[in-house]
């Protein structure tokens, strides 16, 4: 890989254009990428482009781009054909979380890429070491899994498999910066991620609070928005408990933790989600009720939210440390043999 980046020199690819991969084209995009995107679904390609186009619109309206959404549409390739993908330096994968599905997305990918393309997946639920174990030069693969909406988030966590070749990895960290981006680079491939992990465990309590019937829906949404959200986009977790001068932690955690749930089944209101086939605010029914047009205002809002969280954010910037050599410090007897960039 080279050691300079010039975004327009990295023709990347994006296969699979649901709601996540038509993120993650646009955050492409507005970046200065071609993007080289391939609909393994018949049918995707005519809806992707109008959600693709919808989203560089939602970007303009909020003064993130330096040219009209047509433009960026204008750097954009829509096809069924993996052909597209072979100038690609970086394939990101971003179909369903079926271990077969992607292994024959990736064979097709490798058919026609180079062998030193770096190919990712979108996933945050299947350990990438497993999913390297069949594909072909396995020390160019890796994690992006992307938060939603790709295009105005900042966080984004790069993943490492067992045989993950560290020139790589800090490769695509660097390049996670021009994205504007604050990256998290992991070492060690853990079974979902730091952010998947932690909200796991906050979903497993809520949902066992409720339903114990110590809470409803609407109590520990409250409590999420109106003290979490006051204070968690300036400062994290850890660093709200040095503001609040940690000696109480001690004390709270030896009373709390004891009576934490540990459930490891899928809560039963959960179950009876997927039962009755409910798609939240896609389809007016979820864990709340709702009316065609409250669904579409929640779906509105959301927008104009991650707009002024965005801008928000981007008001208290984090200190960037050398992560890229710390990484490489920390595993240099893993990878003696890897080409530090």
Known sequence: MKNSISKNEIPIGVVGLGLMGTSVVTALLMSGHKVKAIAPLPGDMEVALQRIHGQLKHCSKACLLSEAPDWYLGQLTISEDYTNLTNCKVVLECVIEEISVKEMVYQKITDQVSSDTIIASNTSAIPISQLQKNI??????????????????????????????????????ELAHHWGKVPKLHRKDIREFD?????????????????????????????FR????????????????????????????????????????????????????????????????????????????????????????????????????????????????????
């Open 136 to 173: 072909l030069y396995p020390e160019r693969f890796l994690g992006i899994p992307w938060a939603e909406p790709a295009y105005m988030t900042r966080f984004l966590e790069i993943t490492c498999g067992s045989k993950t070749s560290a020139k790589y990895a800090t490769w695509i960290f």
């Open 195 to 223: 952010k998947i992990r932690m909200m796991d465990a906050v979903y497993r309590e809520m949902f066992s609070l409720v339903e114990k019937g110590d809470a409803t829906i609407e109590d520990v949404d409250k409590a």
């Open 226 to 341: 109106y003290d979490a959200g006051s204070w968690i986009t300036l400062m994290g977790v850890f660093r709200r408990m040095d503001f609040m001068g940690l000696k109480d932690y001690h004390q709270i955690f030896q009373n709390i933790f004891p009576t934490l749930s540990n459930d490891d089944e899928v809560p039963t209101l959960m179950r009876q989600m997927v039962r009755e086939k409910t798609r939240g605010t896609m389809d007016a029914r979820g864990l709340y009720s709702y009316t065609q047009e409250e669904a579409l205002e929640w779906d509105r809002a959301f927008a104009l939210f991650n707009e002024d969280i965005f801008g928000l954010a981007a008001l208290y910037p984090y200190k960037r440390r050398n992560e890229k050599d710390q990484f490489l410090g920390e595993h240099n007897s893993k990878f003696n043999n890897d080409e530090k960039v």
